[in-house]
């Protein structure tokens, strides 16, 4: 802050000495004939001082949101494990709104005003979004566009020191619906099953049923490596998942068989460690449209491949699976994911206090 002190010079004279004091440097001061004056220089030397700590040096004061996202992603995006795909589309949709302002320009009402455009955006190009009506950006989605700039702030201000701080940090977050629960009944299940047989992508069923009867996800599964998989443990090693952890996939019963069924087939399997190739074996099959033709043969209405998991993780509460246990096998670290289930284990619960009852009430 700055200070104005009126003191006596040698001659007699009333003179007034400018102060100013900022965390982080050292007080500077001048001293002025006119208190006026000294106010002024006060005023823009304070503020050519925030301004530098704020903004770095003057040689970054000039770089654009543009700049910023440019270096992010040749410096540091290649150093992420996953989703650098999602990063990459979410920062380009930041670079094209706001990439010719400079990051003095930047405020959170700026960031906040694009929040709320993100929020009525629409988009039909979704992994397994209908595309007969385009939908709006789920919160959710919303929320992983402002991480991914945030994250391109805090390396900027932490590692860079091209800002000051992340203002990104100010800007309120859009509301998370309840979780969706959307899974399978028995005859939806049995219609996604035989459209998946009859498909004409022979991967799709042997896919659909891990699926349900795993909780895997969709990448996990079409990443699938011959090598992480051990058929007479029936154990299939994820090495990268998007926790970043290491998770075992259990293989049992018609899913093993499946897998078992498909290296059989595989008699080129040399050319390729994919489970589920394409031709060249050079990357995983890609099996959308077959999805969607499925989906429709099925007559299933608002289900996404992602439901499958759901699906799963349902299908284990029903059957008296514990909440720990839920977790552990699709690979949430805490049981925050897995509360949306609890409702489908009340039967399972009333039975284990009912066992406890009748224990320490057997005498009364």
């Known amino acids: ?126 992994k397994f979004a209908s595309k007969k009506t385009p939908r709006k950006k789920s919160p959710a989605t919303v929320i992983r566009y402002m991480a991914a700039l945030s994250h391109v702030f805090s390396v900027a201000a932490n590692e860079w020191e091209w800002i000051d701080s992340n203002p990104m940090l100010k800007v309120k977050k859009p509301a998370l619906p309840q979780p969706r629960v959307r899974f399978l009944d028995d005859d939806e299940r049995k219609r996604l099953i035989e459209a998946c047989r009859k498909s004409d992508c022979s991967y799709l069923y042997p896919v659909v049923v891990i699926a349900l009867s795993t909780g895997a996800r969709y990448s996990e599964i079409m990443h699938l490596r011959w090598r992480d998989i051990d058929l007479e443990r ?41 489970v589920f190739a394409r031709a060249d074996g050079l990357a995983p099959m890609e099996i959308r449209k077959h999805w969607y033709k499925a989906m429709e043969d099925a007559e299933l209405e608002d289900f996404r491949f992602h439901d499958l998991r759901h699906s799963a993780a349902s299908y284990l509460a029903m059957n008296g699976a514990t909440l720990a246990e839920i977790a552990e096998v699709l690979g949430h670290k805490t049981l925050q994911m897995v509360k949306r289930y609890a409702h489908l284990s009340d039967q399972h619960t009333a039975k284990v206090v009912e066992r406890m009852n009748k224990k320490i009430f057997k005498d009364q």
């Open 234 to 274: 029936g154990i299939a090693r994820l090495e990268k998942t998007k926790n970043q952890d290491r998770r075992a996939l259990p293989l049992a019963h018609h899913a093993l068989e499946l897998v078992k069924a498909l290296r059989k087939k595989q008699k080129d399997a040399a050319k390729t460690d994919y």
């Open 1 to 126: 802050m700055a200070i104005i002190e009126e003191r006596k010079g040698r001659n007699g004279l009333t003179v007034y000495r400018a102060k100013i004091r900022l965390k982080g440097r050292r007080p500077e001061s001048k001293t002025f004939e006119r208190k006026t004056d000294a106010r002024d220089w006060a005023q823009q030397r304070e503020a050519e001082l925030k301004r530098s700590r704020a903004f770095g040096t003057a040689e970054t004061a000039h770089k654009t949101i543009a700049d910023l996202i440019d270096r992010y992603l040749d410096h540091e995006l290649p150093k992420r494990n996953s989703n650098q795909d999602m990063v990459k589309t979410c920062l380009k949709w930041w670079r094209t709104e706001i990439g010719e302002r400079t990051l003095q320009d930047i405020s959170p009402s700026i960031l906040a005003e694009c929040r709320d455009r993100l929020l009525q955006a629409r988009y039909s190009d979704h």
